[in-house]
């Protein structure tokens, strides 16, 4: 437990810096995640969409330090693999 009055304002800013963070980072892995569910559906114009919403999903994570910047560029080019696997003519 906080001992000083200024522990605990940082107790309670940390606790809304938290939820807060929790609740971006949440929105990017759900991205992410549609955005392979619809690449593995084989829709070409599905995936390409879902791409772009967990992309911009991941950029905005990484610009508010959420998620490192190079984590961020990790994801998205996993994702860009997997979609352009999918466009490519077999």
Do not use: F, H
């Not at 940390?14 to 929790?22: D, G, H």
């Not at 569910?37 to 959420?66: C, M």
């Not at 990790?74 to 860009?80: F, H, N, P, T, V």
Request: hydrophobic share 40%; no cysteine; net charge positive.
């Amino acid at each position: 437990m906080a001992n000083t009055s200024a522990a605990e304002k940082a107790m309670r800013q940390s606790e809304r810096r938290r939820t807060r963070n929790r609740v971006i980072r949440a929105q990017a892995r759900t991205e992410v995640k549609d955005a392979t569910k619809a690449i593995a559906t084989n829709n070409a114009a599905d995936s390409e969409k879902a791409v772009k919403q967990a992309i911009r999903a991941l950029d905005q994570a990484a610009q508010k330090g959420i998620i490192k910047k190079n984590n961020a560029a990790r994801r998205k080019s996993r994702l860009l693999k997997k979609l352009n696997a999918l466009r490519a003519p077999k």
